[in-house]
């Protein structure tokens, strides 16, 4: 599935750009300052990038000059409010596309699409890793240790929500919402029973169990 990350600091665009992109298929991540987004960023774990530039931590653009700076050609469209000129400079910046607010989100998803027709077209492929195990997002190939492993589609999208927060406890309610969303009833168990076939497949010391919160993906 392609996973977009959404860099906004107003929860009200954040949502309505979050909502707009899952109806059309898409699974999304939200930061809201800066220093998260470019934590995210560096994993190379997004297809997409859809960064505001009036962050609090960090600003937007310097988000950008390091995601290029380190060598990232995840495509980026930036939302911004500020004049003419300084949506020249993010695009000498690296930025792929910009949009002025208010904005259409109609408009912001052609936008998307269009760059993400752009990137397929290339020959490169998305990783996200952590510790000995790596996910291949384009390919949708898993590995430990170097060595193959088959996932089902379900247990590859927790494996990847686990790969993108590592040694971070995340709770049942987090898991559901993300990988499920929220399709089942949230008392299920299901969130355990599929952490225990990834535990089979990866080995029983890769997810440990946070008795009460949740699970968290360990890192050597």
Not at 193 to 210: H, Q
Request: hydrophobic share 40%; glycine share 10%; net charge neutral.
């Amino acid at each position: 599935m392609t996973t977009i990350l959404i860099v906004e600091d107003d929860p009200l665009i954040s949502a309505f750009v979050q909502k707009g992109l899952r109806r059309h298929g898409y699974a999304t991540e939200l930061a809201d300052d800066g220093l998260t987004a470019r934590r995210l960023g560096m994993s190379g774990a997004f297809d997409l990038v859809v960064l505001d530039l009036g962050l609090p931590e960090r600003d937007g653009l310097r988000v950008l000059r390091e995601l290029r700076s380190a060598g990232h050609t995840v495509p980026v469209v930036v939302l911004t409010g500020l004049p003419e000129r300084d949506a020249v400079t993010c695009l000498e910046s690296g930025a792929d596309d910009y949009m002025r607010k208010p904005f259409h989100f109609d408009e912001l998803l052609a936008r998307v699409r269009s760059r993400l027709r752009t990137t397929s077209s290339g020959t490169g492929s998305a990783t996200v890793a952590a510790g000995d195990v790596q996910l291949d997002l384009r390919s949708r190939r898993a590995w430990v240790h170097g060595r193959a492993v088959d996932l089902t589609s379900r247990e590859f999208a927790l494996l990847e929500t686990f790969l993108r927060h590592p040694d971070q406890v995340l709770g049942r309610d987090q898991l559901l919402s993300q990988v499920w969303g929220y399709a089942v009833d949230p008392g299920t168990n299901v969130v355990n029973v599929y952490v225990n076939a990834l535990r089979k497949k990866l080995g029983a010391d890769v997810i440990e169990t946070v008795r009460g919160v949740g699970y968290r993906l360990k890192t050597p």
